[in-house]
């Protein structure tokens, strides 16, 4: 890819991995697990969403406290482990290979960035927890803006404070509806599919699809 800048990439399912809190309780959960965890995430975007068309702001981590309770009464489970849930939530694990691209790629002359749903505490923490504390330049939070992504205002944040062209940066979600967001407001997307998921008709497509992000390391030698 020429011309690239800077290189965004969204937080929550993209670096990390957003059912590995479940999973960690998936002994206490029991199978239902990965449902569970798959409708949490759900509920989760879809209050977001929500939020923003109605003008009700909550910040992601009320949200994600506010979708975690429906979805452990829908799965009927015991709601002595929401605190537990929470906590780990703060703590998510990195994709495999995470830690290994992203060092690689700030050894390069690219602007490294986060821009998330996430308020700054929970990214902070999520980033410290992960020992990626030196990687990147700048997380931006969607607070900054007071509303949620696919808001045309939050893609403009990297661009006001890096002062160029949405077409260098490569923003990177392996959120479909995130990547259309981040291709309508003019950003160059790349779609990181892990799951061979079929993208969204929604006008705007990826200017790249990759299945993880070992590959960024042969788009961006």
Request: net charge positive; with cysteine.
């Amino acid at each position: 890819m020429k011309n690239i800048k800077a290189i965004i990439f969204d937080a929550y399912g993209t670096l990390f991995d957003v059912n590995s809190a479940a999973e960690k309780c998936k002994n206490k959960i029991g199978n239902k697990w990965e449902s569970f965890a798959n409708y949490w995430r759900t509920t989760q975007l879809e209050y977001t969403w929500l939020r923003s068309l109605m003008g009700r702001h909550k910040d992601f981590w009320q949200v994600t406290e506010d979708s975690l309770e429906k979805s452990m009464k829908v799965f009927e489970i015991d709601f002595i482990m929401k605190s537990e849930l929470l906590n780990l939530y703060k703590k998510l694990s990195t994709f495999i290979e995470v830690p290994n691209v992203l060092s690689s790629l700030r050894k390069k002359s690219f602007k490294l960035a986060i821009l998330s749903n996430g308020t700054p505490q929970l990214l902070n923490e999520l980033v410290d927890s992960n020992n990626l504390e030196n990687i990147f330049d700048d997380i931006f939070s969607i607070e900054e803006v007071g509303i949620f992504k696919p808001s045309s205002k939050v893609y403009d944040i990297p661009v006001k404070k890096y002062k160029i062209k949405k077409k260098e940066i490569a923003f990177l979600s392996a959120n479909t509806w995130d990547v259309s967001g981040g291709g309508n407001y003019g950003y160059t997307s790349i779609w990181v599919n892990r799951n061979k998921n079929v993208f969204d008709n929604l006008d705007c497509k990826p200017n790249k699809e990759i299945k993880n992000l070992n590959q960024l390391l042969e788009m961006f030698k």
